[in-house]
């Protein structure tokens, strides 16, 4: 096979697993990208990279989450269930040992609200 070989490009598709196939569900709800972009004013390059499930693609702050939370609304799906995912992404090692203390300073607080906020 071609893509084994060694120095053979990479496949085009990600070669990490995808939690949620957002753009499935997405498809059988009947909503295009283009209707998301419309009704929530998040440009089609965020969105694709939120279906990607790239998150590092998205503007960052506070607006990542305002904008899982809206994509999810536009689906129809349980946006505790996409910040999950997102959550998870971004801090696997949080997600690994609750426990441990924050290394990055001030971020601790803010990484137990969040977790906190999607669990309620």
Do not use: H, W
Request: aromatic residues 8%; proline residues 6%; positive net charge.
């Amino acid at each position: 096979m071609k893509s084994q070989e060694f120095g053979a490009p990479a496949p085009t598709q990600s070669s990490r697993p995808s939690a949620l196939d957002l753009s499935k569900s997405r498809r059988t709800k009947g909503v295009s990208l283009e209707e998301i972009a419309e009704k929530t004013k998040i440009s089609l390059r965020f969105l694709l990279a939120i279906e990607a499930e790239e998150f590092e693609k998205l503007p960052g702050g506070i607006f990542n989450t305002s904008y899982l939370r809206q994509y999810a609304a536009a689906i129809g799906l349980d946006e505790g269930d996409l910040l999950a995912c997102y959550n998870r992404a971004m801090n696997p090692s949080s997600v690994q040992s609750p426990s441990a203390p924050a290394k990055n300073g001030g971020r601790g607080l803010f990484d137990r609200f969040l977790r906190l906020s999607t669990q309620a």
